[in-house]
Structure formats: structure tokens, C-alpha cells
């Protein structure tokens, strides 16, 4: 087992390692990181429903839907990467809610739109600041190389929690994106 020495409230930096009080094994450290993720997408799960009354799955597809204007179940699951039936699950809760509702198209009477109403637009205002916007403005913000480290080093934490081929949004949030249209 390979030890390294770290202060405790500076392991961000390489050039930490060696310079600090506490000896911590690298695994462990990596476990520590891996449960500070976690916990920070369990905490805003927990922040979000409690400020807006939604899950970061429903807050999300309100956001898609705020963001065009108007939008189909089908463009909301190819954009999250989920089923249909998913999105269609979630749209039935968040129109119980009055976040939005479902309009024949004009143009296609086949199709149903999908739009934020007035209650909608209060909630995503009304709403803490996203977990993953923080997450994408900061990554936004890194070099190429940064970005390109870290999304190697992402895929082999997940292919080392054999996780690398679940059904995945491109959503912080911790369980499955099914539970939260129940």
C-alpha cells in the first residue's frame, strides 16, 4: 500500500502531496473525493426539493423546455438521453405540478408541445443555482488538456465501478433518473 503525506485541507494540489500532517493512503483519498461528489448531489437533491418542490431530474427538463421555448417528448429524450417513456412519465408529474403543460401543435396535430407555464418560469427563478451549471461553468473554464484529463480520468472511475455502460443524462444527480417521476 502506497502512502502519501497530505494537509488535510489543502489535497487539491500536487503540490501538496509531502507537505502536510496527515498520511493518507491514494485510495483512500480517492474514496474521499468520490463521497464529497456524492454527497454534494444528494445535498442539492435535497436543497432543490425543498426550495422548488422538484427533483434535479423534473428542475432539468423544466430548464430544457424553459430554454427552447417550447419543446416535444421526443427532443427531451434525446437531449437527456433517456426513454421516452421516462420523459413522458416525468412531464404527467411536473403538469400535475402547473410547471408546465402539453399543447397540440399547430403545425401537426399528431405532435404534442410541451411549455413552461407563468408557475414554471417563477420556480427556475425562484430555484438555487444548479449543481452541474456551477459544475459546467467551471469546467467551461479549464484548458483543453484540463478538460480532456479530466474526462479520461471520469470514464475510468466509471468503468472501475463497472458503471461505464449504465443509461446515463448528463444530469448530477444520485439514483435513477426513473425514481423521480414516481
Same mark, same amino acid.
Given at each position: ?40 448531489? $444528494? &445535498? ?9 418542490? &422538484? ?34 412519465? *416525468? ?54 488538456? $484540463?478538460?480532456?484529463? *479530466? ?32
Amino acid at each position: 500500500m502506497q502512502r502519501i503525506a497530505i494537509h488535510p485541507k489543502r489535497c487539491d494540489d500536487a503540490t501538496d502531496i509531502g507537505l502536510g500532517r496527515l498520511d493518507m493512503d491514494r485510495t483512500d483519498i480517492s474514496l474521499i473525493a468520490l463521497r464529497r461528489i456524492l454527497r454534494a448531489t $444528494e &445535498l442539492f437533491g435535497k436543497e432543490l426539493a425543498q426550495a422548488a418542490g &422538484l427533483s434535479p431530474v423534473q428542475f432539468r427538463v423544466l430548464q430544457l423546455i424553459a430554454e427552447k421555448g417550447i419543446s416535444t417528448p421526443k427532443a427531451i429524450s434525446v437531449q437527456m438521453g433517456v426513454t421516452q417513456a421516462t420523459v413522458t412519465a *416525468l412531464l404527467d408529474k411536473l403538469e400535475k405540478q402547473g410547471v408546465l403543460k402539453r399543447e397540440r401543435s399547430q403545425v401537426d396535430r399528431r405532435q404534442m408541445n410541451i411549455v413552461v407555464t407563468d408557475k414554471g418560469f417563477q420556480t427556475l427563478a425562484d430555484a438555487p443555482d444548479p449543481l452541474q451549471q456551477r459544475y459546467v461553468r467551471k469546467f467551461e473554464a479549464l484548458k483543453d488538456w $484540463e478538460k480532456a484529463q *479530466l474526462i479520461a480520468s471520469l470514464e475510468k472511475v466509471a468503468a472501475m465501478l463497472d458503471a461505464h455502460e449504465l443509461d446515463a443524462s448528463p444530469l448530477l444527480d444520485v439514483g435513477d433518473i426513473k425514481r423521480h417521476h414516481q
